[in-house]
Structure formats: structure tokens, C-alpha cells
């Protein structure tokens, strides 16, 4: 949808779409401003340029318009004492990692907390009306930005103003008016300076007027009136209409605190500790100067390398004020910042990784300790996350359990970086042969070697970061959390009615409603249809095999084998018992293992995905490492404890919101919950998840439960492999039988060995003697040689081819006229060895080839020596005899 067609339609009718009671009571005016011409309303009728291009632009660094002044977390205390002094109901933040989403990896705006898909529909669940929240909203399109710009956060808390007026909320006329109470009582900001500029919104089908509210060129918060669906023109009045104001809570406490950079407000005590290390002091006059003049060039360039030379020129920064003064502090507001935003996204139970959402926080990670090294700072990063988390937890008690997590997971990450940096120091320097690298090279880097910009720039392989490097990573890796379904010809049928989740019959008849190729619609059925990671039910239906179960919406289609019944029939059904008795402890064990690896592991563990069969099952959890094996015996005891238990597995159904408010979002391992009734499966205390899989009533139902096989599937995902109930019992049998076999093969193993070593021991004594009696023309026969003059032959069981080999070489070396032949078997085939002297007139490669033909192998050698074999022991006899008149004629 084109918004500035539906801004140009929206604003030549004030009246309808803009004009709230407010603007006549106070007595605003509207002006259309003289440079872009955008359409704003003022108290001050000479005022004729809008917030943006107006003179008092960011005017208020150095100059606070207000007589008090409020820090982050005291600005958010006043926000919600006004709201709630005003019957708003005061929300606790939402998680920032958006589990209730398929479409986004992070929460990026404070109305997405009460936004769920329902098919492709979004729709809106409040939990309070009206309401007002301090969500912390993630956005990385901005990155480069951040730590240089004064306002830009990778992190930053929107505040959330909500009504839906048709539901007990109000609409356009008492939303303004509180936004400009807000403003003006309880923050204290003249009433002249409140500027609304007109705007509108459009998003996911709908659109809507906004009135985004400025103080002295500074947007404070924008406030949304979703009204309308479908296109303009022929658009329609939506059934829920909703006001999403938005408002940044950083700027808030800017706006009273006139500091050079939002940051220098809203990090609390950290920033002091930051400065400290660099030496410098934040409240000069050059670096209000400076930030002011970025702040004011900022919308006018596409390239923020360009703003900041303009910036650095107009304040007349010398080259040693840019080193030391401000390149260091917008390195350290940058670690402030990342850190922040880590501590939030970890607690809520992300981690830095290389897919998916946690690309983007290892490489803020990487971007701190890039900047570490580039300034060569000395900073204890745990030390950093105490002083944020103690700054941050009145607002946010949460941050606070999950302080040594964070800690934890932070240490771990940033020694990766620097391990891997013998690999990325090679890198870089090809680059810096190669010269420039374009923004696609450079997100290659990334991608496949963990190469960020910040570190070319740390070790000197580039300059500068190119502008839009961010924002084309994000865009990126935004879309790839969706999904496909497949379309099957099912329009107009009915609902099938699952009886898996009443009294789950195993043997139950049913009509049939639809039949197309091999698959059957009925009207009822107890068949569990493929979904959650649990495979589906197989069985009978009306004498036929059921080969696959799946669920399309809310019908569920069977694939049956070797025919079909026909519409209309009543036909019987049968479910394989004892297959759905096995996957559904499978099943429950899958929630187990869950919860004992968050226990064991961290609080970092959530459902990556799971897969659950008869007789075998695998749950994926996100974690950073691979696991050890004491790891897996603890997870695995901490498993059986629970099932030693025979904790109540307990099944109920909330609505949705209800369910998010009583559990938290914790409930959302399994993936979204695409309805309004959330069926929750609760093992006593120890776990709660929303699932609509098949579940044992009592976790002694499953008896046994054995971790097969662990592996690091992924970076951040380990691969639990496991058996549960009698499966795991027949692999503890199987281990043991192996572990049986394992031992007898060991000891035959010995005692192959200890005969060799004897065989060569006998060899050893008797070689010298029968040479000496060969030499001497003394028969030995006896000893299983036959002898014609000093060529010989044998095919006696007794020798192996340690005695062969070094017999008939020390034969030939002592007498040149000799020649020796030797057929044995050595395992599955007949060898044969030949050894001949220069005098002796026997060609060994001949025998050799000959023989082994026979046996259907081949052969090679020389006149002097040559050996062969073959498999066909049947020929053994034919070979011996050949190989005999061979040599001795
Ligand atoms: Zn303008
Ligand atoms: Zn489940």
C-alpha cells in the first residue's frame, strides 16, 4: 500500500481523520510547513517549519525544555504512574525472543506482544484495556549507527499505550489528550513546545491515521489509530479497532536530561565506569556541539560516514579531539548498548549462534570485543553486566535471575572469538591484498567465517564499515523462521471430530465422509494425524492399512494401502496399540528430558525441535556446547528421577491469554499455539508446556528412560537421542549382549594372538635346523617338507606365513641353487609363496600366477619371489598338487 497516497487522502480531511478535541481546547493550529510541506499542528501560530526542518532542532542538548529531570528508569517510573493515575493497567514486559510468532525471532515493537496469527489473520488479545507497557523492543537494521548517532539502540524500550475502543477503551480524542498530559504535567514541557505532525500507518492489511508527537525537533512517540482493512478506497472499517502509541522511553529521559547523547542518560552508572577507562569527560561543550550537529545532519545523508565528517568539520573537531575523545566514547557507548541488549536477549533465553535470530547477537558480541581490542580498553565484562543489571532490575526483576547465565554464556562466546582469531587474522590480510571488499563480500565473510567488519577495521584490513552492512545482514536473516503447507482438495468438509483428545477408543467405527486417491476423510477418528514432532498412528480402517495420518487444518486425512472404503459407509477402525502406547511415552519423555536439561544445563535450554516414533525419539535443545558425558548422565538421571516420581501428568485447557499470563512463554517449546484454547500439559511443578500430543497420565507409565546418542547438530542446538519404556529396556539388553560380544571378541582376539606369537617362537627354533638338514641333502619329510634335491614344497598345516616368509628367503640367501614353495590358508583364503635362487631354475612368478588362477585370485611377483591366493578353497587340493609338480616335477 502507497502511505503517502493515503497520508495526501487522510489530509485534505483534517476534520474526519486528524482534528482531535484537544487541538480546539487548547487552541493548536495547522500549519503546513514551508519546506516539505507535511502537515503539523502547533500552539505557536508563527511556527511555520514542521519538527524535522525547524530551527530549534535537538536544541534541547545542553538545554532541557523541561524544570525536572529523569533518568531511564525514573522516566518509566513517571510513564507509568501517569497511566495508571489515569486507569491504565500497568503490563510487565513481554520476552524479547518472540516465541509466540513464526514470523519474527525477536519482539520488535510493543503491540507485537498482543498480536497472534490465527491461519494468515493477525489478531489481537489484550490482556488489560486500556494498558500500558515498557517493552524492550530488539531492532538491528540500525546497527552501524549505534554508539555514533546519539540516539540509535540496538535495544530500546518502547513504551506501549493500548486501547481498543470498542471493547470498554478509548479512541483518537482521549488518546492525544493523555499523550499531551503526559508531556506536559507530568514531565513538565511547555505546552508550546508540543508539536503533532500528521502521518498514517499501514501494515499487514491494515491502515490508520497517526499523530506523531515532537518536542524541539525530538520524536517522543507516535500514536496510531488502526482503523481501517483492504485497500484505499475500498477499505472498510475494521471489527477491532486499536491504538497502538508507541513512545521511546530513551527519549524521554533525553528530553528531560539535555546530555550530548540519549546514551548519556540511559545506561545508568555504567556510562561513568566506561569513561573512567577512557579518560574523558561527556559534558563538554565540544561534544554537545558535536552530537547536535550530527543530530541535525542524521536524515539529510544516506552514508552515516558522510554525517559524521560534516559533523566533525561544522564543530570544528580537531584530528586529536577525534581520537581521543570521540571515536573512544562511541566505542564505549557501543559496548554499553550491545551489552544491554545481550543481557536482555539471553535472560529471555536466546543465544549468540550462527542461524537464525542468534546471528544477529553474536555479532553484537563481536562488535564488543572488536572494540575491546580496537582501543585497546582494559573492562571486566562481568563487572559491565552487574553495574546494568543493578541499574535495570527495579524496572526489570527478571534480568536479575539470570544474571550468572548471562555471565556464563557471554565468557563462553567471547573465547570462541578468540580462538577463532588465528583463522580470521589470516583472512584479513588477503583481503587487505586484495583491497576493498564490496557489502556482500563482506556479509560472505561473515557468514562463513564469524568475520565481522569490526574486526577488518580492528586489525586495519578496511577503513570504514560501508553504511546499509546491518541492515542487508538483517533483512537477511529476518525471513527465514516461516513455514509451508500443502493444499489438499478438502474445501467444505467438516471438522473431524478427534477422539484421541476425549476418550481415545483404540477400536472405534466411523463414517466416511471423503475418499480421493488413497486417502479417507471420516467423520470421527482416533487415528493421532502427524503434528508436534509425534509421528502418526497406524492401524486399520475398514480391513485396509492405515500407511500415514496428517492434519490439514482441522481435518485429518488418512493414507490407506490396498484399497479404500467407499462415502457414506460406517466402517471400523483399529489403532496399533501397543505402536501409539510406545510413542506416547516417547512423548512424555521428550518434556522430561526437557526439563531435566534446563535443570542440569541452564536456563538457556528450550525446545529446539523434537521428533517422536515407537522405538526411537530425539529432542533437539538450544545450547551452546556439546555435552559431556557426565552431562548426559546427569540429564538422564535427573529424567528417571522424575519418572521414579510418578509425578501426575496433568491435561488442561486455557485460553491463550490466560495461559501466557499464568506460565509465561515458557509454555511455547513445541512452536506457536495457532488457537485460542491452549491445551497445556503439565508434569506436577516441574514442567508446563502448551502440546497437542498424546501423553502417559503418570510419569511411572514410562519406566525407563535412556539417552542413546548426544551430538552438536548445529551451532546452539544439541541432538538428545533417546529410548523410553520397554524400548529402552531392549536396549539396555542389546548394550549388555554387545558389551558380551565386545569381551568374547577381545579374548579370541588374545588368543589368535598368543598362538601367532607361539607359532613364531617354534619357527624361530626350528627354521636354522631344517635349513641345515635341506642343506645337507637329510630328508624332512617328516616335518611335512617334500624334497627334490634342495627344491622343496610344503602345504603342512602346521607353518603360518611367518614361517613361510622366513624360511624360504634365508633358503634361497644360503644356497642359490635352492627354491621353496609354500601353500597355507590364512583366514578365508589359500595363499601360496615362492621363493626362488638364481641357480635353481624355478620361475616363483609363474607357480605364483598359475596357482593362484586356480584359485580363482591372482598372483605377482618376479622369477625371484612372488605370492598369490584366492578364495576357492574347494580348489585347495587341485592347487596344492599343480603347485607341487610345479617346482618338483
Ligand atoms: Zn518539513
Ligand atoms: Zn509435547
Not at 543 to 562: P, Q, R, S, T, Y
Not at 651 to 672: H, K, L, S
Not at 810 to 838: H, N, Q, W, Y
Request: net charge negative; proline share 3%; with cysteine.
Amino acid at each position: 500500500m502507497d502511505k503517502s497516497q493515503i497520508l495526501k487522502e487522510f489530509s485534505a480531511d483534517p476534520e474526519k481523520y486528524y482534528n482531535v478535541k484537544l487541538f480546539a481546547e487548547q487552541g493548536f493550529v495547522r500549519k503546513s510547513c514551508a519546506k516539505c510541506g507535511r502537515f503539523f499542528w502547533t500552539l505557536n501560530a508563527d511556527r511555520d517549519l514542521c519538527p524535522d526542518d525547524g530551527l530549534d532542532t535537538y536544541s534541547f542538548i545542553g538545554e532541557p525544555p523541561t524544570s525536572k529531570r529523569f533518568d531511564y528508569t525514573q522516566s518509566w517510573k513517571q510513564v507509568e504512574e501517569f497511566f495508571v493515575k489515569n486507569n491504565h493497567t500497568s503490563v510487565s514486559r513481554y520476552p524479547v525472543v518472540c516465541r509466540w510468532r513464526d514470523d519474527l525471532f525477536f519482539t520488535i515493537a510493543s503491540v507485537v506482544d498482543f498480536q497472534r496469527i490465527m491461519g494468515s489473520k493477525v489478531v489481537f488479545e489484550f490482556p488489560a484495556n486500556p494498558l500500558v507497557v515498557p517493552q524492550t523492543c530488539l531492532r538491528f537494521k540500525d546497527l552501524e549507527n549505534v554508539g555514533v548517532t546519539g540516539r540509535h539502540f540496538s535495544s530500546f524500550c518502547m513504551i506501549g499505550q493500548h486501547s481498543v475502543p470498542d471493547l470498554g477503551g478509548y479512541w483518537k480524542d482521549e488518546c492525544v489528550d493523555l499523550d499531551f498530559r503526559l508531556l506536559t504535567d507530568q514531565f513538565g514541557i511547555k505546552k508550546e513546545e508540543v508539536v503533532f505532525v500528521e502521518d498514517v500507518w499501514a501494515g499487514g492489511g491494515s491502515f490508520g491515521p497517526s499523530l506523531e508527537y515532537f518536542v524541539r525537533g525530538l520524536e517522543l512517540g507516535n500514536a496510531v489509530f488502526t482503523e481501517f482493512q483492504g485497500e484505499l478506497g475500498q477499505h472498510s472499517t475494521l471489527d477491532q479497532r486499536v491504538i497502538d502509541m508507541g513512545a521511546g522511553l530513551e527519549r524521554f529521559a533525553w528530553i528531560t536530561m539535555g546530555t550530548p547523547t540519549a546514551y548519556d542518560c540511559c545506561f545508568g552508572p555504567i556510562n561513568e565506569k566506561l569513561f573512567n577507562t577512557i579518560g574523558i569527560d561527556s559534558d563538554s561543550d565540544v561534544l554537545k556541539k558535536y552530537f547536535t550537529e550530527i543530530a541535525k545532519e542524521i536524515d539529510h545523508f544516506d552514508d552515516l560516514n558522510e554525517v559524521r565528517r560534516l559533523a566533525i568539520k561544522n564543530a570544528g573537531i580537531s584530528d586529536d579531539q577525534l581520537n581521543k575523545m570521540i571515536t573512544p566514547l562511541e566505542g564505549v557507548y557501543l559496548i554499553a548498548d550491545h551489552l544491554r541488549t545481550l543481557i536482555f536477549a539471553i535472560t529471555d533465553g536466546a543465544l549468540p549462534s550462527n542461524v537464525g535470530g542468534g546471528y544477529n547477537l553474536r555479532m553484537m558480541l563481536r562488535r564488543i570485543n572488536g572494540t575491546i581490542n580496537r582501543l585497546n580498553l582494559k573492562l571486566d565484562i562481568d563487572d559491565l553486566i552487574d553495574t546494568h543489571i543493578d541499574y535495570l532490575k527495579d524496572t526489570y526483576p527478571e534480568l536479575d535471575e539470570k544474571r550468572e547465565d548471562v555471565k556464563k554464556i557471554l565468557k563462553l562466546e567471547s573465547a570462541r572469538y578468540e580462538d577463532s582469531k588465528v583463522h580470521m587474522k589470516k583472512k584479513a590480510e588477503k583481503i587487505r591484498e586484495r583491497g576493498v571488499p564490496s557489502v556482500d563480500e563482506l556479509i560472505t565473510l561473515y557468514e562463513s567465517d564469524g568475520i565481522t567488519p569490526e574486526y577488518l577495521k580492528e586489525v586495519d584490513a578496511i577503513s570504514e564499515i560501508p553504511s546499509q552492512f546491518y541492515s542487508k545482514l538483517s533483512d537477511l536473516h529476518q525471513s527465514e523462521k516461516k513455514k509451508a503447507i500443502a493444499e489438499l482438495p478438502l474445501e467444505e468438509l467438516p471438522e473431524t471430530e478427534t477422539l484421541f483428545y476425549k476418550d481415545d477408543p483404540m477400536e472405534f467405527s466411523a463414517k466416511v465422509i471423503k475418499v480421493f486417491d488413497d486417502m479417507v476423510v471420516l467423520d470421527r477418528t482416533s487415528f493421532y494425524a502427524r503434528g508436534g514432532g509425534q509421528e502418526p498412528d497406524l492401524g486399520s480402517i475398514a480391513g485396509f492399512k492405515v500407511v500415514n495420518v496428517d492434519k490439514h487444518a482441522n481435518i485429518i486425512v488418512h493414507k490407506l494401502e490396498g484399497g479404500t472404503p467407499k462415502e457414506g459407509e460406517t466402517v471400523q477402525c483399529k489403532v496399533d496399540e501397543v505402536r501409539r502406547a510406545n510413542i506416547t511415552k516417547n512423548h512424555t519423555s521428550t518434556h522430561i528430558l526437557n526439563a531435566s536439561s534446563r535443570k542440569i544445563l541452564g536456563s538457556w535450554i528450550w525446545q529446539h525441535s523434537a521428533f517422536k516414533e515407537d522405538d526411537h525419539a530425539r529432542l533437539d535443545i538450544t545450547h551452546h556446547s556439546s555435552l559431556t558425558d557426565e552431562q548426559v548422565k546427569e540429564i538422564e538421571d535427573a529424567a528417571n528421577s522424575m519418572v521414579k516420581q510418578n509425578l501426575n501428568v496433568n491435561i488442561d485447557y486455557y485460553d491463550r491469554g490466560t495461559a501466557e499470563q499464568t506460565y509465561g512463554f515458557r509454555i511455547y517449546q513445541g512452536g506457536v499455539v495457532p488457537v485460542k484454547s491452549v491445551r497445556i500439559v503439565s508434569i506436577e511443578d516441574q514442567d508446563v508446556e502448551a502440546c497437542g500430543g498424546t501423553h502417559v497420565k503418570k510419569t511411572g507409565d514410562i519406566e525407563l528412560i535412556k539417552i542413546t546418542k548426544t551430538k552438536r547438530i548445529q551451532d546452539g542446538v544439541v541432538r538428545l537421542e533417546f529410548v523410553s519404556g520397554p524400548t529402552a529396556f531392549q536396549y539396555l539388553k542389546d548394550q549388555e549382549e554387545e558389551s558380551k560380544k565386545q569381551a568374547q571378541d577381545a579374548k579370541q582376539k588374545e588368543q589368535i594372538e598368543k598362538q601367532r606369537e607361539e607359532n613364531k617362537a617354534k619357527a624361530r627354533e626350528q627354521i636354522p635346523i631344517l635349513l641345515e638338514k635341506i642343506i645337507s641333502g637329510e630328508s624332512v619329510e617328516s616335518d611335512g617338507i617334500n624334497t627334490k634335491g634342495k627344491l622343496c614344497f610344503t602345504a603342512s598345516e602346521n607353518f603360518d606365513d611367518f614361517f613361510h616368509q622366513n624360511f624360504g628367503k634365508k633358503l634361497v640367501a644360503k644356497d642359490s641353487s635352492a627354491a621353496f614353495c609354500g601353500i597355507f590358508e590364512a583366514g578365508p583364503t589359500v595363499r601360496v609363496m615362492v621363493f626362488a635362487g638364481e641357480q635353481s631354475g624355478v620361475n616363483s612368478g609363474e607357480i605364483a600366477k598359475e596357482i593362484a588362477s586356480i584359485l580363482g585370485g591372482s598372483g605377482g611377483g618376479d622369477a625371484k619371489f612372488a605370492q598369490g591366493g584366492g578364495k576357492d578353497t574347494s580348489k585347495k587340493e587341485q592347487a596344492i598338487a599343480k603347485a607341487k609338480s610345479m617346482i618338483l616335477g
